[in-house]
């Protein structure tokens, strides 16, 4: 049987085309289980995963418990706000009592960058990172990507431009990778105090004109602004981000083609994207989220196949 060449998922940037192939070809199978009647599947009987969360979350927290329900697993949850970790526990210490519960794999969101990384030196289990501070959030790329190729047939060859706060998102990085990965052209577009210094090192473009951004696209997908990762204004005013960096349903009709309009969520309706484009046709963000629990299904399936 193939499998992953990673014993965690840490980020894209760990991973092969190999792996994202894999990940895709195993949501495929689970995208039509969650489809039938009964959306459910006994393969991980005997795996117990604890899904620990620092930060807040609605779309990733709920979406990795189905998908761990749908594979039958045993799911423990933790919100740090209601722990010990307010006591003054250590993640470590947090992380090895889970453990001693017995528990498989650990799906943690965490504010700190790398926070997996050091979870995976210092604990013998599977980690997932489930999104860390301004670096990775993989599943999400994942999913994103999956969505481009269920509504475009491939990843490889199509234009994506990522626009808005590059700076402080980590959907933004993990979706490079996974879109370079795959064959796809780059680019980004937001405000320069937005934009990280040598971001071209990523083999990325960075256009500042949104309207140019969007005639060169095949895809587009709108961030939202990280308020919560500022301690500085980047930007003058709300509004003045909306007028030069927000996409709504005038400047998407005077387009040249018909793109594809993505977002992470949550979404600021009325900010980096208007109502009726979060809503119109061109959207797939609710196919974003729908795809969320096929790709999450699909890395702690394989994962789990590494540890029994
Ligand atoms: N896209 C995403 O990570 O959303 P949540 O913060 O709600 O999980």
């Known amino acids: 049987m193939a499998e992953l060449s990673v014993k965690h998922l840490l980020g894209i940037k760990y991973l092969n085309e190999a792996d994202i192939d894999l990940i895709f070809e195993t949501a495929d199978h689970f995208k039509e289980v969650i489809n039938r009647s009964i959306k459910k599947v006994p393969s991980l009987r005997d795996i117990t995963i604890a899904n620990i969360f620092f930060e807040n979350s609605t779309r990733t927290k709920l979406s990795f418990e189905l998908a761990e329900k749908r594979l039958s697993a045993d799911v423990i949850n933790f919100s740090a706000g ?7 526990e250590t993640l470590i210490d947090t992380v090895n009592n889970i453990l001693s519960m017995k528990v498989d794999m650990v799906v943690m969101r965490h504010p700190n960058p790398g926070a997996g990384i050091f979870l995976s030196k210092h604990v013998n289990a599977s980690i997932v990172n489930a999104g860390d501070g301004a670096h990775e959030h993989p599943t999400q790329a994942l ?6 190729r269920e509504k475009l047939g491939d990843v490889a060859g199509k234009k994506v431009v990522i626009v808005g706060d590059i700076l402080h998102s980590r959907v933004a ?3 490079i990778f996974a879109l370079k990965l795959q064959g796809a052209e780059v680019k980004v577009c937001g405000p320069h105090t937005l934009i990280p210094k040598h971001i071209e090192t990523l083999g990325v473009e960075v256009e500042n004109n949104l309207l140019k951004a969007l005639n060169w696209c095949d895809v587009a ?18 509004r003045e981000y909306t007028q030069q960096y927000g996409l709504n349903k005038k400047i998407l009709d005077s387009l040249d ?3 594809v309009v993505m ?7 009325g900010v980096e994207i208007t109502s009726d484009v979060a809503d119109s046709k061109q959207s797939i963000i609710l196919n974003q989220v729908e795809n969320g629990v096929a790709i999450r299904m699909a ?4 994962l789990a196949s590494k540890i029994k």
Do not use: A, W
Request: charged share 20%.
């Open 299 to 302: 890395v702690i399936y394989l």
């Open 143 to 148: 999913l994103d990507s999956y969505s481009i």
């Open 257 to 259: 083609k018909e793109i």
């Open 263 to 269: 977002h992470p969520g949550p979404i600021n309706r």
């Open 82 to 88: 209601q722990s010990s970790v307010k006591k003054g």
């Open 221 to 238: 997908n709108m961030l939202r602004i990280q308020n919560e990762r500022m301690e500085i204004s980047y930007f003058p005013t709300t």
């Open 173 to 175: 990085l993990s979706n």
